[in-house]
C-alpha cells in the first residue's frame, strides 16, 4: 500500500514536468512542536521560528542549534529534514537554516540566511534568503531558484500576541519553478501559566485557505499538545521536554487516508 502511494505521488510529479516543475517547498512547517499543534508555528515564539517566522530570531537569548526530522506517512522516501544555527545579538538575531525533502529519486533542498530585529518594545520583523534546489533522477534533471520570506511579531498584551508571515510572494528568480505563494496571519493567547491556545490561518495558492490551530499545557519542564489542521485535513499531537540547555519535541499528525507522520526535534542552547 505505501510502495502504491509513493509511486502514485511521483507519477503525478513527473507528469506535471513539462514547461513547469511543481515544488512541494513550503507546504508545511518545520518543527515537532509547531506539528503537534497543528501546524501553527507562526504563532510561536522558539527555536524554530528561523524557518517559520524569521521575526522570533530578534526575541533569542542565546546561541542554539537544532534539528528535526519527519516521517511523512511513514515512508522514508518522503522523510523531511530540518537543520537550524541561531546566533543572537542585540535587539536583533541572526538565523541559518536547512531543509531536504525526499530521497535520492527525488529531492528538494533548501538553504537560507535569516535576520530578525525589534522595532521598538512590542514588536519585531524578520526577513529571510532562500535557496531553493530541486533534483529528479532518470534523466529529469534539476532546477533551483532564488525567492524571499519574511514575518512580523506584534505584543498586544502579556497574553495575547499577533504574528504573521509571508513565503514567496511571486517574486522567486526562476519562473518554471512553481513554488506556491503562502500568507499567514496568527494569534497567541496565554489562558494561564500553563496553558497557550493558538491559532492560524493560510492562503495557500494551490490548497486556498486552510485554518490552523493547537492548544499547549506545560508541567514544569514537560509539555503536552493537541491540535488540528484543515487542508489537509488532520490531527496533531505530541509532547516536549527540556532539560537544561537541550530540548526534545515528539510529535504525530494524522491524515484519514495516508495515516500518520512522526517527527522528533532536538534543539540545544549554548
Known sequence: MRNSILITLFLIQFI????????????S????????LGESGIALNDFWSAINNQAGLALLDKI?????????????????????????TNNAGFGFTF??????FYNETTIGIGYGMK???????????????????NG????????????????ISNELKMLGHIFNPAIHSDKTIEIPEIYQLGF????????????????????????????????????ARLGYASKPEKFTFGLGYCYKKLCIDISSS??????????????YGF
Not at 529529469?140 to 505584543?155: A, D, I, L, Q, R
Request: hydrophobic share 35%; no cysteine; charged share 10%.
Open 188 to 223: 497567541s493567547y496565554k489562558i494561564h501559566n500553563q496553558a497557550s491556545l493558538l491559532t492560524s490561518i493560510k492562503y495557500h495558492s494551490v490548497w486556498q485557505i486552510s485554518i490552523h490551530t493547537g492548544i499547549e499545557f506545560q508541567f514544569q519542564s514537560l509539555r
Open 99 to 104: 531543509t531536504r525533502f525526499g530521497s535520492t
Open 254 to 267: 494524522i491524515h484519514s487516508v495516508l495515516g500518520n507522520s512522526p517527527q522528533i526535534s532536538l534543539s
Open 16 to 27: 506535471l514536468v513539462s514547461n513547469t516543475t511543481y515544488a512541494s517547498n513550503g507546504t
Open 119 to 137: 522595532l521598538g518594545r512590542n514588536f519585531t520583523i524578520g526577513i529571510q534568503l532562500d535557496y531553493f534546489s530541486l533534483k529528479q533522477a
Open 64 to 88: 542554539n542549534v537544532g534539528l528535526s526530522v519527519e516521517n511523512r506517512f511513514l515512508i522514508k522516501e518522503l522523510n523531511t529534514y530540518g537543520l537550524a544555527f541561531n546566533i543572537p
Open 29 to 36: 512547517l518545520i518543527g515537532a512542536r509547531s506539528a503537534a
Open 140 to 155: 529529469y534533471g534539476g532546477k533551483s531558484s532564488y525567492y524571499f520570506e519574511g514575518g512580523f511579531h506584534y505584543k
